[in-house]
């Protein structure tokens, strides 16, 4: 059995939300896309009925986009926002490293903005919400279902067939399928980390 720890990202290891900080950052460099803003108000009606949906619509402000162009964007986007990470969180993954066989990040946010964050954090694996791959292109279609509560143990337990959290961290309790697992379970509030105990 593989003894894990487990972190969820935004709020959790970054202090704010990497899609919205993420358009932010993008729209103000390359402005010919600023006429797509409507998607982000059109996405608002449908993120409480339908969270896949209302993601997809949202970033079709990226959508066709050259996948060149954005994996550039990104890189510029964490040279500029990795000073967001919460700073215990570099020495709390030096110890989780030593006292797991893995350390795993899960996350709602779309893998393409962690692919490399989170191998510069020290992760071992991410999971993550996927789009559809093109090679070329993004395109704003996901494929599955969106990473979040539930759907994140399933995942999991697709990755590994036995395993023991040790440690699981996040700023939601939209995760607590995942803190039920969890032997030892971190609240962040705020950048601070607090025992979660129920």
């Known amino acids: 059995m593989k003894k894990i720890v487990v972190y969820d990202f935004d709020k959790t290891i970054y202090g704010g939300e990497t899609s919205t900080d993420f358009m932010r950052f993008f729209l103000k460099r390359n402005k010919k896309y600023i006429k797509r803003l409507p998607y ?19 970033f079709k402000i990226l959508d066709n986009i050259d996948m060149e162009l954005l994996k550039n964007e990104i890189r510029e986007f964490w040279k500029q926002n990795n000073k967001k990470i919460f700073s215990w969180i570099s020495d709390e993954i030096k110890v989780n490293k030593l006292e797991s066989d893995e350390l795993i990040l899960i996350s709602a946010t779309p893998s ?42 399933y995942r999991l337990q697709e990755y590994l067939e036995n395993f023991e959290i040790i440690k699981f961290y996040s700023d939601s309790m939209s995760d607590k399928p995942l803190f039920d697992l969890a032997k030892e379970k971190y609240f962040i509030k705020k950048g601070i980390k607090e025992v979660l105990e129920y």
């Open 40 to 58: 982000v108000i059109k996405s608002l009606f449908y993120y409480n009925k339908n969270l896949k949906r209302s993601k997809e619509i949202f």
């Open 112 to 153: 393409i903005f962690l692919e490399e964050i989170s191998k510069e954090l020290g992760f071992d694996k991410l999971i993550a919400t996927e789009f559809v791959k093109q090679k070329d292109k993004f395109i704003s279609k996901i494929e599955g279902s969106n990473c979040k509560g539930v759907e994140k143990v």
